[in-house]
């Protein structure tokens, strides 16, 4: 992170910083709730405002996979949507978050109920799912309150 903060001048010089699993909102720990349920919710990077809870405060949400497991990448999706807004809820089990009851849950997983953002916390504006793999990287982008959708790659592998 140090490395690529250092390309990141330009942010910081308007009050961004990009952190990775940081898990804060201001003063209080990141969480999803629900009816009877709080889960800590910590995207792999974030460019923020730290401090700021308005909607200014949380620019862009990023999870990064090495791997295209279906499971982990409904989760994330779940997570991303929430996050940004595109979701109002999110289906909680005991690891694992889904949009829709017919996305497939591990079969050890038990449903817990459903989680939102507290009205404390603003959602993301952006939010972006990158998967690396060695046949090339894949992009998919949320934003503000819309998505996810696929993005195109010009990246050479």
Known sequence: MIYL?????????????????????GQVTKRLIGAGLSRKIIPDMIVHRRHEL???????AIEVKTHNREDGRLHDFAKLSVL???????????????LLPSNPVPSDQNFRGHVSLPASMCPYKHGLWLLLEPDGPQYWWWSSGSGPRRLGCDIEP
Do not use: F, I, W
Not at 5 to 25: F, I, K, M, P
């Open 5 to 25: 903060n250092r390309h990141l001048t330009g942010l910081s010089l308007n009050g961004l910083v990009l952190d990775q699993d940081y898990e804060r909102a």
């Open 54 to 60: 308005g909607p200014a405060g949380n620019l862009l």
């Open 84 to 98: 940004t807004g595109h979701a109002a809820e999110a289906m909680a089990y005991d690891k694992c978050l889904r």
